[in-house]
């Protein structure tokens, strides 16, 4: 059974950068897609990026692309979500997600929340202004 858990989340200045972590344990983490999405008080959790469970493919929706990246470290079975030029409307819980990869869909980044199987307890991470 795939566990995931997140850290690096804290309170970092308007401009600044954070790196979270989502450590997986039980499986081997390179044979499942990865989300990272996030969710402020009222809001909708919202995707903010993910990878093909191959690794080839990345997306990011615009409102965080060029600021947000992710990568992956298959030997330490680790995801990263690394975040520059944060604004304060990136405080939010962040969430890392996995889904299991399928023969067919390599290269497919998985947008919806909805789709992703397993999910970590989040970490809050707030921008001030």
């Known amino acids: 059974q795939l566990q995931l858990v997140e850290s690096g989340g804290g309170l970092v200045q308007a401009g600044g950068s954070l790196s979270l972590s989502c450590a997986a344990s039980g499986v081997t983490f390179s044979s499942y897609a990865v989300g990272w999405f996030r969710q402020a008080p009222g809001k909708e959790r919202e995707f903010v990026g993910g990878?093909?469970?191959?690794?080839?493919?990345?997306s990011y929706p615009a409102s965080v692309k060029g600021r947000f990246t992710i990568s992956r470290d298959n030997a330490k079975n680790t995801v990263y979500l690394h975040m520059n030029s944060l604004k304060s409307e990136d405080t939010a819980v962040y969430y890392c997600?996995?889904?299991?990869?399928?023969?067919?869909?390599?290269?497919?980044?998985?947008?919806?929340?909805?789709?992703?199987?397993?999910w970590g307890q989040g970490t809050q991470v707030t921008v001030s202004s």
């Open positions: 990878f093909s469970w191959r690794g080839g493919s990345t």
């Open positions: 997600a996995a889904k299991f990869g399928l023969p067919f869909y390599t290269e497919t980044v998985y947008l919806g929340a909805f789709e992703y199987d397993y």
